[in-house]
């Protein structure tokens, strides 16, 4: 695994804004950057193929334990979550996809310093935009990306119904482009979609409609469950039939309280991070993380030596620094597309702690 410094297409900004990619560039700085790439051999693909198979099966295997133990509490989850998550997980609602991030350096094993399993971004990014330049750039060579073509398959799995209807806050550049593709992808697996912006979800009464008054049978929503089970809105899900997509037991997995309980279960596995409650149980430097954080939201690296009071609804997480390149950190985002992984794509910062403003960098192998 390595970091090459290349030159940037012509006009790339053209180039992306052709295939839908409008928000390339945050702030006046660019977020897609391609004056440079990351390059691995097969064999360090294969590794991050087979972790991410892996702790995808060690994180199912954790759901059923949760559940069938009842430790709700620990991840924060109230009676009414709970009855939710229960009963999609007994009626094996599939999920569409999620993203693992891993730090990688090519030598050592991938260690998962969390699991994106509700909303994960940079998924149109990692499934089109990299495709596209590594056609342009190095059609020789091949990348790590089934992303696209996984997801039209997984569509004829979960999108059963008259329609699937996918709602978000399109008023977000991102959240809409990354749910308009999905919606893409779900038509070209052959089913009728309808958009909505997630204010536009009504509710009848006895099921959740639509601007038409339509029933919503399967809804995708790019909206954190977390967000949505705060809301009044969510008195209505348990006397609906509608089906969602993340599915509610998802709740277990897109939450950082899950590490302690994975690192619980499977003590010493090789992809996994020592983790706890409690900071005093974790050795050395450690990362301090909100159960509920996103995009880097309150994240605090702890010094070997330095103490904290142990906060509420908070996790501690023994460091496993990103490989630096060229002074950039790097995190690997492995792509689960049902229970299969998918693809990567890499986000990297000038800082250890990777935020929505980390820049996404293409990769390719040969």
Same mark, same amino acid.
């Not at 295997?61 to 997980?89: K, P």
């Not at 999920?95 to 971004?121: C, I, V």
């Not at 996918?166 to 992808?185: K, Q, R, V």
């Not at 010493?268 to 159960?291: C, F, M, Q, T």
């Given at each position: ?25 945050? $702030? ?35 759901? $059923? ?28 609602? =599939? ?24 909303? =994960? ?27 696209? $073509? ?36 779900? %038509?070209?697996?052959?089913?009728? %979609? ?111 030596? $330095?103490?904290?009071?142990?906060? =509420? ?54």
């Amino acid at each position: 695994m390595r970091r090459e410094r290349i030159v940037p297409r012509t006009a790339w900004q053209e180039r992306v804004e052709a295939i839908g990619f409008g928000f390339h560039t945050l $702030e006046g700085k660019p977020y897609w950057r391609e004056d440079a790439c990351y390059v691995f051999d097969e064999s360090e693909i294969e590794v991050l193929e087979t972790a991410t198979g892996e702790l995808h099966a060690l994180c199912l295997d954790a759901v $059923e334990r949760i559940i069938r133990a009842g430790r709700y509490a620990e991840l924060g989850l109230g009676d009414d979550a709970a009855r939710l998550v229960e009963r999609s997980w007994f009626d094996r609602d =599939p999920s569409l996809y999620g993203r693992m991030d891993l730090s990688f350096d090519g030598a050592s094993p991938p260690k998962l310093p969390e699991y994106n399993a509700d909303t =994960p971004t940079s998924l149109f990014e990692a499934s089109v935009v990299q495709w596209y330049w590594l056609e342009d750039v190095a059609p020789e060579a091949d990348q790590f990306n089934s992303i696209h $073509e996984k997801l039209i398959e997984r569509w004829r799995t979960v999108g059963g119904g008259p329609r699937v209807h996918f709602a978000a806050c399109y008023d977000n550049p991102e959240d809409g482009t990354t749910t308009d593709y999905l919606l893409d992808t779900c %038509v070209q697996a052959g089913c009728d %979609v309808q958009p909505l912006d997630i204010e536009e979800i009504g509710w009848s009464g006895k099921a959740f409609i639509d601007l038409a008054d339509r029933p919503i049978d399967r809804l995708f929503k790019l909206y954190p469950w977390e967000w949505l089970m705060s809301e009044p809105f969510a008195a209505h899900i348990p006397q609906s039939a509608a089906r969602w997509l993340e599915p509610p037991w998802k709740m277990l997995l897109s939450n950082k309280a899950i590490l302690p309980l994975l690192w619980e279960f499977f003590p010493g596995h090789p992809n996994l991070l020592p983790a706890s409650r409690a900071r005093a149980d974790i050795e050395g430097p450690v990362v301090a993380k909100p159960y509920w954080g996103r995009e880097g939201d309150g994240i605090i690296v702890l010094r070997a030596r $330095e103490s904290s009071e142990d906060k =509420p609804f908070h996790v501690y997480q023994a460091l496993a620094p990103l490989p630096v390149y060229d002074g950039r950190h790097a995190l690997v985002g492995s792509w689960i597309v049902g229970d299969e992984p998918a693809g990567i794509g890499i986000r990297e910062d000038d800082d250890r702690i990777t935020r929505n403003t980390s820049c996404f960098v293409p990769h390719m192998f040969r």
